[in-house]
């Protein structure tokens, strides 16, 4: 998981408050991803951002926002958390400059309870 | 868009081969890939293979892909412990755009 860091690592909260997810990656990489993970289910996409400045949603995007504050920064914001938000959260950076499809990251994971 | 299925779990012996399976449904998808999971950590880019080609080796790992049934596997030659991991394929999704659409994955488990 070189390169990408996410906080928190871990964090519980009520049905009802609001979060931010942060993550930074410092290989320069124009895209960013997160996802989610729930048991059984694989990853799936809740929103991108393909370059700095834009934004896009992906599979899941309901009841989440995002922010690509700079190239390095991309966070995910739950405006008001629900049980079914409850899951493990990752951010991805990937550099897409020709044949560097091999260079993908991962950050560790949020692993995020909402009660 | 891309739809991704694979096997749940696979149990092999220390030292045998691990083959794990995996359907698309995009043809037009550009790129498949593996990844490894751990627990408690990310994924981790393990190899790709380009739509053009049957196959890829990579030290212990080889990747085969038959694009007629849009099957892909990867193959871990004398596999170990330490490759117990939860294993997903995932392909880019049609448009040409890098979005890669992940398998709910193949738990691995290596008994001695």
């Known amino acids: 998981n070189a390169g990408v860091t996410q906080t928190p690592k871990f964090q519980v909260l009520k049905t009802g408050q609001s979060m931010t997810l942060q993550c930074a990656q410092d290989m320069n990489h124009n895209s960013m991803y997160w996802y989610r993970q729930d048991p059984g289910m694989g990853l799936r996409l809740i929103y991108y951002?393909?370059?700095?400045?834009?934004?896009d949603k992906g599979e899941v995007p309901n009841g989440y926002n995002v922010s690509r504050l700079n190239k390095r920064e991309f966070s995910l914001r739950l405006e008001s958390a629900a049980p079914s938000q409850t899951s493990v959260y990752f951010c991805a950076s990937i550099s897409i400059a020709g044949v560097s499809y091999n260079e993908q990251f991962f950050g560790p994971g949020t692993r995020l309870t909402v009660l | 868009g891309e739809d991704v299925e694979q096997s749940l779990f696979l149990s092999v012996r220390e030292g045998d081969s691990s083959v794990i399976n995996c359907t698309y449904t995009d043809s037009s998808s550009t790129y498949l890939y593996w990844y490894k999971q751990e627990p408690g950590a990310g994924l981790q880019l393990l190899t790709y293979?380009?739509?053009?080609?049957d196959m890829k080796q990579d030290q212990r790992l080889t990747v085969l892909l038959n694009k007629k049934d849009k099957h892909l596997s990867l193959r871990i030659a004398d596999t170990q412990t330490g490759d117990s991991a939860i294993y997903f394929c995932a392909g880019d999704r049609a448009g040409g755009s890098y979005i890669p659409t992940f398998g709910r994955g193949t738990s691995l488990i290596v008994h001695p």
């Open positions: 951002s393909a370059s700095e400045g834009t934004t």
């Open positions: 293979i380009f739509s053009n080609m």
